[in-house]
Every structure is written in structure tokens, then in C-alpha cells.
């Protein structure tokens, strides 16, 4: 079938160097591939299981970079909490089309590569370069 979803390829322009970091979006591409995976089986009680456990994990991640900021003192926690906030609502949304069965998969496919493509490349990095830069002046 040619409509299958590609998987998310990771790319070293992704890598922050901050290692518990780059780990977890490393958990979080393979995740999101496994969802690519029950997507294109289309099973809806594998594609809601999975997509749980993304969500699950994208909490859990939001909170880890959050304590991570905190704890090196970074000026844009803020922004980064909000940010985080929005994108959790956005997957709300298609938590709701799942249950309903009215999920458009490749919109949430773009979703979710852009968000995390442009969320590690942007933002993230700003924590990053905050957190490299302060180990580089110690």
C-alpha cells in the first residue's frame, strides 16, 4: 500500500548534547515509529494503546525537561512550560479522534514530526546551549 506513514528518522541535527535529554528523544522518536507501525496496521485498540504510552511518556518527558531547566537555573522555563502546556492540549485533541474514530493519521503524523523536529531544534536547544554554555565557563 502506497499510503503507509514513513517513520520518523532521527538526525544528529537533533542532538542537544545534554544526555538524559538526547536520550529521551531518542525513546520519543522510537515511540512515535511504533505508532507509525499500528497506524499503518490499523487496528484502533493498538493505535489507542500506543498512543497512550506515547502520551504517558511525552508527560513524563515534559516534566523531566521541565525539573531540568529548573534545576540549571534557565531564564525561558516559563515560556517552555507554556509551550509544553499547549502542545499536551493539541494531543488532547487527537486523543479525542481517536476514541471518536474519526482520526486523521496524517495530520497527526505532521503533528508530531514537526512538533518534534521544530520543538528540539528550537526551543530545546535554547536550554541546551544555557546548560553547555555553563559547564564550558565552569
Do not use: R
Not at 535529554?21 to 485498540?45: A, F, R, T
Not at 508527560?59 to 531547566?69: A, G, T, Y
Not at 488532547?92 to 495530520?107: C, Q, R, V
Amino acid at each position: 500500500m502506497s499510503d503507509n506513514l514513513k517513520p520518523f528518522e532521527w538526525t544528529e541535527s537533533l542532538t542537544l548534547g545534554v544526555s538524559s535529554m538526547d536520550q529521551q528523544h531518542h525513546q520519543l522518536v522510537d515511540l512515535i515509529n511504533k505508532l507509525v507501525d499500528e497506524l499503518n496496521k490499523g487496528e484502533p485498540s493498538n493505535i489507542k494503546k500506543q498512543f497512550d504510552t506515547l502520551c504517558q511518556f511525552v508527560v513524563k518527558h515534559f516534566s523531566d525537561e521541565e525539573n531540568l531547566m529548573q534545576s540549571e537555573g534557565f531564564p525561558g522555563i516559563e515560556t517552555h512550560k507554556v509551550i509544553h502546556k499547549q502542545l499536551l492540549e493539541k494531543v488532547g485533541t487527537f486523543a479525542s479522534s481517536i476514541e471518536n474514530g474519526n482520526l486523521d493519521k496524517n495530520g497527526l503524523m505532521s503533528f508530531l514530526t514537526m512538533w518534534l523536529k521544530s520543538h528540539i531544534m528550537g526551543i530545546d536547544k535554547k536550554y541546551s546551549e544555557h546548560i553547555n554554555g555553563k559547564k564550558g565557563a565552569a
